[in-house]
């Protein structure tokens, strides 16, 4: 069964925009396409995970989400990289779904989807959220990428320091 890395979109391989709401707002980070682009070269599913509460809170619809989404994708198709799949949350945080994050249920969704070996896979965050993401989905492991200090099983100063990370891991590098 093929691995995987999941990634938090916003702030890990986008610019933070605060509910960003418009294709010409989003922005990918520097060196996310290339780091995802060596992921996609050493065969493992790459999988977005977001939580989009500005749908419930009425600032964007999931039809513009699905356009922000379409220009992540050609701006990763530029570099020659891209995504298997994107899921999101379009709940609030008040609402207690199963979907939102830090619990697992995009991940088990996508394992299934997919045909990922979660137990084998990475998730790559920029929060809390997303190291106990990986915990409760049974990940391999959960990297925080920012500052250090804080909790991570492991932690990277950037996108592309954690896949390298990994892939020095798994013998790819």
Sequence with gaps: MPKA???DRDGTIAR???YCSRPEDFELLPGAAEGIKLLNEHGFKVVVVTNQSGIARGYFTEGMLARIHDKMQKELAKHGAHVDAIY???HHP???CDCRKPKPKMLFQAAIDLDIE???SYVIGDGEMDVELA????CKTGIRVGEPGGTGDWVAV???DAVEQILQFEGHS
Excluded: I, T
Aim: aromatic fraction near 14%; charge should be negative.
């Design 94 to 96: 008040d609402d207690n």
């Design 5 to 7: 890395v999941f990634l």
């Design 158 to 160: 950037s996108f592309r």
């Design 135 to 138: 915990r409760q989905a049974g």
């Design 118 to 120: 979660l137990g084998e």
């Design 16 to 18: 933070d925009v605060p």
């Design 88 to 90: 999101y949350c379009p």
